[in-house]
């Protein structure tokens, strides 16, 4: 749950109170679709000129494919066959002249998995203000209560990570700057689908995680270009790359239109075996068919349209669409799966005070 | 994995999964299936002013009112369920939500007077109806179809879906379960039974073939007053609600016999199990201490397997 580095150095003087929609589908040949449909609400609130609080809570629910046991329920009343999820973080920040110490703590609820999380996060700047350092540790407890599972019943099982922060923000000049983070996540714990009759994973998982950020702007189009780059090394055996490029394009009337693209190319889970169900299998060792732990190439094209209103008010809408196949991994991707599609929309209404 | 579908009628949310390659042929059953849940809605809902239920009760104490072949069914199906319950189950007992309000808050019993006065407008056998015509005596009575609708629904998309080519589904209506077929690998449909005390658990499991499940319970409407539950199952010969049993689920051919049976044991307290061993048919109950009662039909009946995680 550790944020990036790309953090204020001073107090907001300005509180925000953001509303947003978000609603997603996917769909795949042969497979469930699934919908989840989620309002969120987000508050910053500064305190004093060097204490500042923010909070979201989020609800999820989600139709379509509950990974259930069961195909589906009998009961006396209608209700209760989807699933959902509640989400709830908060953060305080305490600036000091050069620095600022943020601490955070994070609850998510589903019907089979319980989530509680806490941070703390120092960073520091130069005297001009040009270069920010961040370090950050973090610290995750989740419990899976699947009693549906479909080897019997999984209760009470844990689940312990350990994530570590370093980044540093770097101005280059007036127009761009460079923002780059390695985070290192150590999970001890229950990994495995307690939904999939085969899925045993190793019980630690660790991940390096790196992520750069160049972000610069240009005046003469009053634009900016956004790029990403990600790396995760995963002892599960995976490795992944992802880009990304955003063009922040502003327009008259306040409008601000940002289209986006991003690949992502991913290696197999080392346990991960294409279907079918392989020949001599021996129960216990380990193996996944977990479509996300196959190796793919995967593209989001996305576009959202923002306008600034009277009173600080900022409305925003994205779309994005996200399709993912075997053979548009970089190398050789995993054969035998069906591409995989989503789509999301995103609408946003945001107020400063 | 099958397509799904879900859709909201009869105030309860509704799910069906058809399982076929044709995504678009899925899509049409469904709607075709959706669409006849909507219809029955719209024929047999007493909320609604244009529905033939409606159209019956305004005609209470003064009319007859011709019916049609699929409502003269139902009110036969209705005939035999009162028969086999010796009155319990009474579509003419609906007259009692007029002295319990099961959304009042705080919530009220009501005094012997108001059960009387509705209790006085209760009564299957004093209703006269054919194959063509329904004729409630007297002012104040009502039909309520709610009993039988939403299973008759359920049985009515199964046929649909059959009809139009799918021949491996799962619907279920608010709760009732009817399977169409084994799923598409040729495994039985599994259903979960709804733990009556906790909405996010299930109590039992069920392997369905072809066949339906169906589980009434205390816990659709209902409040509490000190430790007692007032639930919205009530005996139309004392006006007061049932307690024996937080659920009974009973599996049978067809979801309306399923449904029908699980209301007929609930309605009968001490007397379900009596009712429902000659039946032949596997079911379910929990009473109100949380012990199980589970029965196995045998042969090629679908039978109730408790979980283990209990």
């Given amino acids: ?353 | 994995m099958p397509w799904r579908y879900r859709f909201t009628a009869m105030a309860s949310v509704h799910e069906l999964q058809l399982s076929t390659s044709d995504r678009a042929l899925a899509d049409r059953v469904a709607a075709a299936a959706i669409a006849d849940v909507r219809r029955i809605e719209a024929r047999y809902s007493r909320y609604r002013a244009d529905s033939v239920t409606s159209a019956i009760n305004r005609a209470a104490g003064r009319a007859a009112v011709a019916i049609d072949a699929e409502t003269a069914s139902l009110l036969r199906y209705a005939d035999r369920c009162h028969a086999q319950s010796g009155g319990r189950f009474d579509i003419t007992s609906g007259v009692l939500r007029r002295a319990w309000d099961f959304k009042r808050r705080p919530p009220r019993i009501p005094l012997p007077a108001e059960l009387d006065a509705a209790r006085e407008l209760i009564g299957w056998d004093r209703i006269e109806w054919s194959d063509t015509q329904v004729h409630l005596p007297q002012s104040g009575m009502e039909l309520d179809f709610g009993g039988i609708g939403k299973e008759y629904a359920a049985d009515r998309a199964a046929v649909i879906c059959r009809d139009l080519g799918i021949v491996h589904a799962l619907v279920n209506l608010g709760g009732d379960v009817r399977a169409v077929g084994p799923r598409a690998d040729g495994s039985p449909w599994r259903v979960g039974i709804r733990d009556p005390r906790r909405d996010d658990a299930t109590i039992a499991s069920i392997l369905l073939d072809d066949a339906a499940v169906a589980t009434s319970g205390d816990y659709e409407r209902y409040f509490e007053i000190g430790e007692r539950r007032y639930c919205h199952l009530l005996d139309p010969r004392t006006g007061q609600p049932v307690s024996r049993w937080r659920s009974v689920s009973v599996a049978a051919p067809l979801a309306i016999l399923a449904g029908s049976h699980a209301t007929i044991a609930m309605l009968l307290e001490r007397d379900a199990e009596a009712y429902l061993a000659p039946l032949g048919v596997s079911f379910l109950m929990v009473a109100q201490d949380g012990s199980l009662t589970v029965r196995d039909a045998g042969g090629a009946s679908p039978a109730f397997v408790v979980s283990c995680a209990r």
């Fill in chain 1, 1 to 353: 749950m550790l944020p990036g580095t790309s953090l204020a150095q001073s107090a907001p003087d300005e509180g925000v109170i953001a509303l947003r929609y978000y609603d997603y589908r996917d769909w795949q040949a042969g497979t469930d679709r699934i919908s989840v449909r989620s309002p969120s609400l987000y508050a910053l609130v500064p305190l004093s000129d060097t204490l500042t609080v923010e909070g979201s809570l989020v609800y999820d629910s989600v139709s379509g494919a509950s990974p259930l046991y069961h195909d589906t329920v009998s009961g006396a009343s209608g209700r209760g066959i989807g699933d959902y999820r509640t989400a709830a973080d908060a953060k305080l920040t305490r600036y000091f002249g050069a620095s600022a110490i943020a601490v955070g703590a994070a609850y998510s609820h589903e019907q089979d998995y319980l989530s509680r999380a806490a941070s703390v996060e120092w960073r520091t700047w130069s005297a001009d203000r040009n270069r920010t350092f961040a370090i950050g540790i973090g610290a995750a407890k989740d419990r899976i209560n699947a009693v549906e599972g479909v080897n019997g019943p999984v209760l009470d099982q844990p689940r312990e990570t350990y994530d570590y922060l370093l980044g540093i923000t770097q101005v280059l000049d007036a127009r761009s700057l460079v923002e780059s983070s390695v985070t290192w996540s150590d999970g001890r714990g229950f990994y495995a689908d307690p939904y999939k009759l085969h899925d045993t994973r190793p019980g630690r998982r660790r991940i390096l995680a790196w992520l750069t950020h160049y972000n610069r702007y240009f005046p003469g189009p009053d634009a900016t270009l956004r790029l990403a780059y990600r790396y995760i090394h995963d002892s599960f055996g995976d490795r992944s790359h992802m880009l990304e490029a955003s063009w922040v394009q502003t327009l008259p009337e306040g409008f601000t239109l940002t289209p986006t693209l991003r690949y992502l190319t991913q290696s197999a889970a080392s346990f991960y075996r294409d279907p079918p169900f392989p020949d001599g299998f021996v129960p216990g060792e380990l193996y996944t068919a977990d479509a996300r732990l196959s190796a793919f190439g995967a593209v989001t094209l996305g576009l959202r349209l923002a306008k600034e209103l009277p009173h600080g008010i900022t409305a925003d809408l994205a779309v994005n669409v996200y399709r993912q196949r075997g053979d548009w991994r970089i190398g050789r991707g995993s054969p035998g799966l069906a591409a995989f599609s989503a789509r999301w929309i995103e609408l946003g209404l945001s107020k400063r005070f």
